[in-house]
């Protein structure tokens, strides 16, 4: 699969998600919210937990990791 047909793939998983939240009535805060804490859940599972690793993939600094992963009440891979 080419890059651009995969880019199309994501994008049309995106947009079914997307309108099944919302049919829903979903609010954007969120769904964001809700998007961000999974992210940061697959780039933790990822990277076994590496704060540094995992803010280096997602291009933030660790203190903003730790920071934001408190907020999302996303606890510590042990």
Same mark, same amino acid.
């Given at each position: 699969?080419?890059?651009?047909?995969?880019?199309?793939?994501?994008?049309? $998983?995106? #947009?079914?998600? +997307? @309108?099944?939240? &919302?049919? =829903? #009535?979903?609010?954007?805060?969120? %769904?964001?919210? *809700?998007? *961000? /804490? &999974?992210?940061? *859940?697959? +780039? +933790? /599972?990822? !990277? *076994? @937990?590496?704060?540094? $690793?995992? %803010?280096? +993939?997602? @291009?933030? !600094?660790?203190?903003?990791? $730790?920071?934001? %992963? /408190? &907020?999302? =009440?996303? /606890?510590?891979? $042990?």
């Amino acid at each position: 699969m080419d890059r651009r047909s995969s880019d199309l793939n994501f994008h049309q $998983r995106l #947009e079914m998600l +997307a @309108g099944d939240m &919302v049919d =829903k #009535e979903i609010s954007l805060k969120d %769904a964001l919210r *809700e998007f *961000e /804490k &999974v992210f940061y *859940e697959q +780039a +933790a /599972k990822k !990277h *076994e @937990g590496n704060q540094t $690793r995992m %803010a280096k +993939a997602l @291009g933030i !600094h660790r203190n903003t990791l $730790r920071n934001r %992963a /408190k &907020v999302l =009440k996303i /606890k510590k891979r $042990r």
